[in-house]
């Protein structure tokens, strides 16, 4: 089954090796520490520590290649790739030197590669104009869409809502991390500012009215299973809304997030959603039509020349 992945963050991805091909000092116990955390604060945290080992346009480059290595054997064949360009801009690094890096690797990536560039919520919206306004410039050159990602409670959608305009009309494509440790009404204020899919929003499960509405945009939500058990957003994967989502007609899409930081694969989503799920044979393609479909690139960008 061709697949996609359109929710996965690039800081995310890098594994344990090629942290410590990053930096030699560092050994898997070490590793093991940092990347522990029960809850999303935690979470959060050790993505910072992982975002802050990437010092160099070299050390992106490094782990998208690695990235692109992984996803190949997948038998993925088409990703759009979130960089958090907020925090490369908070750690005080040059993003057009960095994003240039990744560019290059883009270009040889064994399959077709979209970057989403990603602002910080608690960051608020002032640090997300430089954000946006390198993603408009880099239209065209590797970047298909802008995000806003992290704490949604601490940053709340409708303070975006110029930045989101901004990106709508440079010709970028939208979307939000929303409903992941917030409600329904999070979900329903992605949605307000133009959202146009939903990173997580699992939220939205127990609203029927904001339900019908992401049917009637035909809005999807980007779920990511492994991801939401290990932030602890959802109690255990018999909580997670996955199959009332799906039964309900909300177009889902699967996705890893942070493969690295979650222990997955987009196989270990797919094989969960069939044995934790009861996704039948003839669901799961579904699933992945779903992948290309909701794909911000068009078809015919989809698939290797
Ligand atoms: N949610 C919020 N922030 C993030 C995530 C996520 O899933 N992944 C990386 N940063
Ligand atoms: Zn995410």
């Not at 003839?282 to 699933?287: A, G, M, Q, Y």
Request: aromatic share 8%.
């Amino acid at each position: 089954m061709p697949k996609a992945e359109l929710h996965l963050h690039l800081e995310g991805s890098v594994q344990a090796a090629t942290l410590i091909e990053l930096d030699p000092s560092l050994d898997p116990d070490q590793i093991a520490a940092h990347t522990a955390y029960t809850d999303f604060a935690g979470f959060l945290k050790a993505y910072v520590w992982v975002n802050r080992l990437l010092r160099s346009p070299e050390h992106y480059a490094l782990a998208a290649r690695r990235l692109f290595e992984s996803l190949q054997a997948q038998g993925v064949v088409y990703a759009e790739v979130t960089l958090s360009a907020g925090v490369v801009l908070w750690k005080g690094q040059d993003l057009e030197a960095v994003y240039n890096a990744l560019y290059r690797e883009t270009l040889r990536a064994p399959f077709p590669v979209h970057w989403i560039l990603d602002a910080v919520r608690q960051f608020g919206p002032e640090a997300a104009v430089p954000v946006v306004e390198f993603a408009a410039a880099h239209r065209g050159r590797g970047v298909i869409g802008f995000g806003i990602g992290g704490d949604e409670v601490r940053g709340p959608a409708r303070d975006f809502a110029g930045i989101f305009d901004r990106a709508r009309k440079a010709g970028l494509r939208l979307t939000c991390h929303a409903g992941e440790t917030d409600g329904p009404e999070s979900v329903a204020a992605a949605l307000d500012i133009g959202a146009e899919r939903i990173g997580h929003g699992i939220a939205a499960a127990t609203d029927p009215a904001l339900s019908r509405r992401l049917r009637e945009l035909d809005v999807p939500l980007e779920v990511c299973l492994s991801s939401n058990l290990r932030t602890g957003v959802v109690p255990s994967l018999d909580a997670h809304p996955l199959r009332r989502l799906f039964d309900s007609g909300v177009a889902i899409v699967l996705n890893t997030d942070d493969p690295a930081l979650f222990d997955c694969s987009l196989e270990s989503e797919y094989a969960l959603a069939a044995s934790r799920f009861g996704f039948a044979e003839s669901e799961l393609r579904h699933l992945a039509e779903n992948s290309l479909r909701y794909a911000f690139a068009p078809r015919g960008a989809l698939s290797s020349s």
